[in-house]
Each structure stands twice: as structure tokens, then as C-alpha cells.
């Protein structure tokens, strides 16, 4: 795992030990990277199941002005913790251990720009997270979404399908606001 580009290209990600989490692989990650290019300069980044962090440092190195890492498992918190410091974004990140609907919750009047939903696979999870950042409304007017399932995952939710692309047993979606909100 390596920051495919920006300031901290080439950096050596570690990952969380064990079998728990599934990173995205470098080429998902270069090909979702390519498809939101024009909304991560100066974005505000939700990595809301956070993993490793490399989708929220990935975006924190091409440029996003702000990353919130939400995990709540220990060992893989740590890691992110780890890797943000090795990626030297550290000053434009923040983390979180606690579960996503917590975070979501208390999230109040925040709104992202950019959100990164890659959950453990099955869909109901993703389907979950969905449904609160459309109840809560963090997500910003001209915000986007971007999911990582299974290609069987089904998942409802109230934004716009922009794109599906699929890459082997990974499907990324984009989302968008349906309402064409404006932000307050």
C-alpha cells in the first residue's frame, strides 16, 4: 500500500494486522482517484470507516484541506494514527475512535465535500451509514459520496447514482445530493 500521488507520493502505508480489514487495492484506489480529481483540492474529507486512512491520506496529498479518520477498532485506529504521521498530513487530519453512527450523530453542523464509505462488505452497514449522512446532513450541496462494496452488495439510500464502475468482485459508486441543497 503506497500514496499513489501529491505530497506524499510513495509513501509506504502500513497495514492493519490480520484478516479484519481489506484495503483497497493501489489500482481501485488510482482508478476512484481519477474519477473524483475535480472535487480534492481544498475538499472537506470524511473517511468514515477508516481502516488504514489511506483513502482520507490519499486525498490529504493531493491536496483536500481537511480529513476526519473515523475508526473504531483499536489496533487499526493505531495504524491510521501511524500512517497519517508518515504521510506527514498530520496537520490537516483529524481522528476519531468511535463507531461511524456515533460519529455521524455528533457530527452537528459539519459538512464534507468528499465522503469515503468502504465498510466491511454485506451492504447493510453501507446502507446504515447512508441513511444517517442524508438524515444528519453533513454532506455538502455539491459534495459526493464514494462507496466501496461487493458487486452482489445491494444497498438503498436517497442520493443520485453519478457512476459505477466496477473493478473485479469491487464496485465503487459515486453518490450525489438529490435536492440540490445549498449549504446554510
Do not use: W
Not at 123 to 140: K, Y
Request: aromatic letters at 6%; hydrophobic letters at 40%; charged letters at 25%.
Amino acid at each position: 500500500m503506497r500514496v499513489v500521488s501529491g505530497s506524499a507520493r510513495g509513501c509506504k502505508l502500513q497495514p492493519v494486522p490480520g484478516m479484519n480489514t481489506r484495503p483497497t487495492t493501489d489500482r481501485v484506489k488510482e482508478n476512484v482517484f481519477n474519477l473524483i480529481q475535480d472535487h480534492i483540492r481544498e475538499a472537506a474529507v470524511l473517511d468514515l470507516f477508516a481502516g488504514t486512512g489511506q483513502l482520507g491520506i490519499e486525498a490529504l496529498s493531493r491536496g483536500a484541506a481537511s480529513c476526519d479518520f473515523v475508526e473504531h477498532n483499536g489496533t487499526a485506529y493505531n495504524v491510521v494514527a501511524k500512517n497519517i504521521q508518515t504521510a506527514r498530513v498530520q496537520e490537516r487530519a483529524r481522528t476519531h475512535r468511535m463507531e461511524a453512527d456515533a460519529f455521524l450523530a455528533k457530527a452537528g453542523a459539519k459538512r464534507f465535500s468528499l465522503i469515503f464509505l468502504d465498510p466491511p462488505y454485506g451492504g447493510i452497514i453501507l446502507e446504515n451509514a447512508l441513511r444517517s449522512i442524508e438524515r444528519f446532513d453533513i454532506l455538502s450541496a455539491n459534495g459526493i459520496i464514494i462507496c466501496e462494496s461487493a458487486v452482489e452488495d445491494k444497498f438503498a439510500h436517497g442520493f443520485e447514482v453519478v457512476r459505477e464502475r466496477r473493478y473485479g468482485a469491487t464496485m465503487i459508486t459515486v453518490l450525489r445530493r438529490q435536492d440540490g441543497g445549498t449549504d446554510e
